[in-house]
C-alpha cells in the first residue's frame, strides 16, 4: 500500500513537472534561435568588425582560460573557491614588468632574438614566482582549515585576496603603470580583419601550457594521485599518497597558469593595475563556472566562451560598459537550465 502510494505521488509530480520541463526547454530554444540570429545578422551587417572582435575576444579568452584551470583545478582537489587567484596573476603582470624592465632593462618596443630570450626567461620567472606565492598561501593559510566548516577557509581566501591587493597597490602605484614590450608590433589584414601579431603569440604560448597541464593530470603517477586526493582523501593516505605535498603541487600548478597569464597579460595590453585581479579573477571564477567548475576542459571552453561573448559585446553589442552585465546574465541563464555548467556532472556530496 505504501509503495503504491508512493508510486502514485511521484506519477503526479512527474506529470506536473511535465509542463514546467517544456516550458524551459522552450525557453532554452528560443533563446538560442535569439543569439544565432542576432549573430548572423551581425555578421552581415559588419562582417569586418565582427570577425575582429571575435579576434579580441579569443585572445582574451584564452588568458581568462589559464586563470580559470587555477580555480577548477583548487576546487577539484578540496572543493575551496580560491579568490585570491585573481590577485595571484595581477601580481604575475607585476612580476614579468619587474623581470624585463627593472632587471634586463628592457625599455623600447620590438621584437628581437634578444628580447625573446629575455621572454621566455620572464615567463619561467613568472611562473615560478606564482606558484612559490600560491603554495605560501596554501601552507599558511588554507592547511590547517580543511576540517573546518567551508565558511571559514572560504572568508580566508577573501581575506587572502585583500592582502594581495594592497601588495599589488604598494608595487605598482594607485594608478596604471605602462611596461615597453618584447613581442613583435604590428598585425596581419585578412581581409580587412586585423589580427595583432601578438595574438599568434599567445596562442603558441597558451595551448602547449594546457596540453602539458592535462598530460600532467591524466597520464602521470602525480596525476593519477591528484584525482585519487579529489576523490577521497583520507582514501589515498592508506593507499601511501602524501596528500599535502599533491594539494600543495595543485596550487603550483595553478599559480604558474596564473604566472604565464600574466606576463602575456602584461606584455600584449602593456600596462598593469593593481586592481586587475579582481576584475580578472571574477571573470575568470565565471568562466570555470559556466565551464563547469572542477573540469579542466570545461575551464578552457569557458574561458574562451566568456572573450568571446566579452569581444563580440565591446565590438559589436551594446558596448564595454555593458560587458559585466552581459557575460553575468547569460551565466545566470545557463545556471538556470544547466545548474552544473556546460560539461559539468552532477555528483553526491562528499561525506
Not at 517544456?22 to 548572423?40: D, E, H, N
Not at 574561458?303 to 545566470?332: A, D, R
Request: hydrophobic share 55%; with cysteine.
Amino acid at each position: 500500500m505504501t509503495t503504491q502510494s508512493t508510486v502514485a505521488r511521484r506519477g503526479v509530480f512527474a506529470r506536473r513537472g511535465a509542463p514546467q520541463q517544456f516550458l524551459f526547454r522552450a525557453s532554452a530554444v528560443l533563446i538560442l534561435v535569439g543569439v544565432t540570429y542576432w549573430l548572423i545578422s551581425e555578421i552581415i551587417d559588419n562582417a569586418t568588425l565582427f570577425f575582429s572582435s571575435a579576434m579580441v575576444g579569443l585572445q582574451n579568452g584564452v588568458l581568462f582560460a589559464l586563470i580559470a584551470l587555477g580555480y577548477t583545478l583548487v576546487y577539484g582537489i578540496i572543493e575551496l573557491i580560491n579568490f585570491a587567484h585573481g590577485d595571484l596573476f595581477m601580481l604575475g603582470t607585476l612580476m614579468s614588468g619587474l623581470i624585463l624592465t627593472t632587471i634586463f632593462g628592457v625599455t623600447t618596443d620590438g621584437a628581437s632574438v634578444t628580447g625573446w630570450v629575455l621572454f621566455v626567461v620572464a615567463l619561467i620567472g613568472c611562473m615560478i614566482f606564482c606558484a612559490g606565492v600560491n603554495v605560501g598561501i596554501e601552507f599558511v593559510a588554507y592547511r590547517r582549515l580543511r576540517r573546518a566548516p567551508k565558511l571559514a577557509p572560504l572568508i580566508t581566501a577573501v581575506g587572502m585576496s585583500f592582502i594581495l591587493l594592497f601588495v599589488g597597490l604598494m608595487w605598482n602605484g594607485s594608478r596604471p603603470t605602462t611596461w615597453p614590450s618584447v613581442l613583435p608590433q604590428g598585425a596581419w589584414d585578412l581581409g580587412g580583419v586585423r589580427v595583432e601579431y601578438k595574438f599568434f603569440v599567445v596562442i603558441a604560448m597558451a595551448v602547449p601550457l594546457l596540453l602539458f597541464l592535462s598530460w600532467i593530470v591524466t597520464r602521470t603517477r602525480t596525476g593519477k594521485a591528484m584525482r585519487a586526493v579529489a576523490q577521497d582523501q583520507d582514501a589515498a593516505r592508506l593507499m601511501g599518497i602524501n596528500v599535502n605535498r599533491i594539494i600543495s603541487f595543485t596550487f603550483a600548478l595553478g599559480g604558474a597558469l596564473a604566472g604565464a597569464a600574466g606576463i602575456m597579460y602584461q606584455q600584449v595590453i602593456g600596462t598593469t593595475r593593481y586592481d586587475l585581479g579582481f576584475q580578472f579573477g571574477l571573470i575568470a571564477f565565471t568562466a570555470a563556472v559556466l565551464g563547469g567548475i572542477g573540469n579542466l576542459t570545461g575551464a578552457v571552453l569557458g574561458g574562451v566562451l566568456i572573450g568571446l561573448i566579452k569581444g563580440l559585446n565591446e565590438g559589436v553589442g551594446l558596448g564595454q560598459e555593458w560587458s559585466g552585465t552581459v557575460v553575468f546574465l547569460i551565466l545566470i541563464l545557463l545556471m538556470v537550465f544547466r545548474p552544473t555548467g556546460l560539461l559539468g556532472q552532477t555528483v553526491g556530496e562528499k561525506v
